[in-house]
C-alpha cells in the first residue's frame, strides 16, 4: 500500500518545515473546518469513528497490514505487541462506549450540537451547549502510540480542526490513522494535519500556539513546562504529564499454586503491554504476604510467564543505551542476591534484555528502567504498602489490583482516599477503557466550554 502525500508528515526525510508552512497549514485546517465540519452531528461522528474501528480490527484492512507490516522497524515494537495494542485500543471505539463517554462528560450525547437540558436542569429551566475548540493541537510525547490517536478521536468527536504535531521521528502509526480517517471521510481528513519536528523548534511552535484555540501536550513534567512557557495566555493548555503506576496482589487472590499462575499470567500482560513504556505500566508489583504463595514464588511464577511470552509476543531491539541501563541494573542486583540471597534474587532472560524480574524483601516503591523489567516485592498489608510508596504521592496513575471480593470494596476506597486516579483489574492496566479519566480529569469534557439557557 503506497500512501499519498497528505500530510506534512508524508515528507520525504531530507524535507524541511519553514514557520510559513506550518501557518499556511493551520489557516487550511480552520478554513476546512468551517467548510466542512461545523454542520455535521454528533450522532455522524460517532458513527464514523465506530465503523472504521471496525475496519482496523479487520485483518484484511490495507491500514492494519502496513501498520503490522512497518511496525517494527518504525515504532521499535514487535508485530505481536503492535498488533495487540492497536486491537485493545480499537475494540473501545463502539458506539456504546463513544456514547458512554458524552453522557458521562457532558450529561447528554446531544451537548455538542444543540442546547440541551437534562432532568437536573429541566427542574431549573436550564439547558447547556458544550462548544468544541475550532482549532485542536495535540503536542504527543511518542513513546506509545494510543494516547495520540485518543487525542484524534475527541477532537473527531467534537469536530474539531486538528493539529498533531508527534515527537521526531514517532509520526508513523498516528499517520497512518489520520490517512485512514482522510479514506473514510476526505472531508474530515482535510481538517486534519500530522507532522513531527523536535521539540524546542520555537519558529514553528510559535506558528502552530499562535494559531490554536486548545493545545493538549503528554510528557515529562518539563517538557510540559517548557511549552506552557511558550503558550500565549489566553489559549486554554491541558498538560498530561509524568505519572507512574503499580500493582497490588492480595493474598485471598492466591488461594493455590493455580490461581497463583493465572494472576501471574495477568501481571505479564501489564509488563508486556507496549513495552511497560505508558505511564499505565506496573514499576512494581506488591504481594501480600502470609498467603499460600509467597511473594517471591509469585516473582518466579511471574519470570516464567515472561518467558513464554517472549517467545510469542518479543520485545524487540532496543537502543544501544537502554539495553546497557538494563544490564547495568540487572549487575547491581546479581551482587546483591550472591551476598544476601534471603532478601534478593533476580531471573532474567538469557544472553539478552529481554525481560528482567526482582524479587526485592525492600518494600520502598523503586522505579523501573522498564521495557519489561519488572519488580515483585513483599508486604504484610495495604497500610504498609502505602506508607513505602509514599514517596510518589500525587504521581500515581494506576493499581492494578488483584483481590478476593469480600476485601475488594475497602482496598479500592484506601486506594482512592490515598489518591490513586484509576483502580483497575490487574492484567488491564494498559488497556484503560474509553470512559477513563486521564490523570482524574474528564477528557472530553476539559476541551469544551459551556454556554447555559436560563430559560
Not at 277 to 295: E, M
Request: net charge negative; aromatic share 8%.
Amino acid at each position: 500500500m503506497h500512501l499519498p502525500n497528505y500530510f506534512l508528515a508524508d515528507l520525504p526525510p531530507e524535507a524541511t518545515l519553514s514557520p510559513l508552512m506550518v501557518a499556511e497549514a493551520c489557516q487550511a485546517l480552520k478554513r476546512n473546518r468551517e467548510q466542512y465540519l461545523v454542520r455535521r452531528t454528533t450522532e455522524q461522528q460517532v458513527t464514523l469513528l465506530s465503523k472504521l474501528a471496525d475496519e482496523w480490527q479487520d485483518p484484511g484492512s490495507p491500514f492494519r497490514q502496513l501498520a503490522l507490516a512497518q511496525g517494527p522497524a518504525e515504532t521499535g515494537f514487535s508485530r505481536a505487541t503492535i498488533e495487540r495494542g492497536l486491537d485493545a485500543f480499537f475494540r473501545q471505539l463502539t458506539r456504546e462506549n463513544l456514547s458512554a463517554l458524552l453522557v458521562q462528560d457532558l450529561g447528554e450525547a446531544r451537548r455538542l450540537d444543540d442546547l440541551v437540558a437534562v432532568s437536573s436542569g429541566h427542574a431549573t429551566q436550564t439547558a447547556a451547549l458544550a462548544a468544541a475548540p475550532e482549532f485542536l493541537v495535540h503536542i504527543t510525547a511518542g513513546n506509545l502510540p494510543n494516547p495520540t490517536l485518543m487525542s484524534l478521536v475527541l477532537g473527531v468527536v467534537t469536530r474539531s480542526a486538528q493539529f498533531v504535531k508527534c515527537a521526531s521521528g514517532t509520526a508513523f502509526l498516528p499517520r497512518l490513522f489520520a490517512h485512514s480517517l482522510y479514506e473514510s471521510d476526505p472531508k474530515l481528513g482535510a481538517c486534519i494535519e500530522i507532522a513531527d519536528w523536535r521539540g524546542g523548534t520555537a519558529a514553528l511552535d510559535n506558528e502552530l500556539y499562535a494559531a490554536a484555540d486548545c493545545v493538549t501536550a503528554t510528557g515529562s513534567d518539563e517538557s510540559l513546562a517548557a511549552i506552557r512557557a511558550g503558550v500565549p495566555p489566553k489559549i486554554r493548555f491541558l498538560g498530561y504529564g509524568h505519572r507512574v503506576s503499580f500493582g497490588y496482589v492480595t493474598g485471598d487472590s492466591l488461594p493455590s499454586s493455580f490461581r497463583a499462575k493465572q494472576v501471574a499470567a495477568r501481571a505479564a500482560d501489564d509488563v508486556v503491554a507496549w513495552n511497560q513504556l505508558g505511564c499505565l505500566s506496573p514499576h512494581v508489583i506488591y504481594v501480600q504476604n502470609g498467603g499460600v504463595i509467597t511473594a517471591e514464588s509469585f516473582a518466579e511464577l511471574l519470570a516464567a510467564e515472561l518467558a513464554q511470552r517472549e517467545a510469542t509476543e518479543p520485545r524487540g531491539e532496543l537502543p544501544v543505551e537502554a539495553a546497557a541501563a538494563i544490564a547495568a541494573r540487572r549487575g547491581i542486583y546479581e551482587v546483591r542476591a550472591a551476598h544476601a540471597p534471603g532478601d534478593t534474587r533476580h531471573w532474567c532472560s538469557p544472553d539478552s534484555t529481554a525481560w528482567t524480574v526482582i524479587f526485592e524483601s525492600d518494600p520502598r516503591f523503586q522505579l523501573s528502567c522498564l521495557n519489561r523489567f519488572v519488580y515483585v516485592k513483599s508486604v504484610p498489608d495495604l497500610k504498609t504498602l502505602l506508607e513505602n510508596v509514599d514517596s510518589i504521592r500525587g504521581q500515581v496513575s494506576t493499581v492494578g489490583v488483584a483481590m478476593g471480593g469480600e476485601t475488594a470494596p475497602e482496598i479500592a476506597r484506601q486506594l482512592a482516599r490515598w489518591g490513586v486516579l484509576r483502580i483497575c483489574p490487574l492484567g488491564q492496566m494498559q488497556n484503560p477503557p474509553l470512559t477513563w479519566r486521564h490523570d482524574g480529569r474528564p477528557a472530553l469534557g476539559d476541551l469544551v466550554t459551556w454556554s447555559d439557557w436560563e430559560k
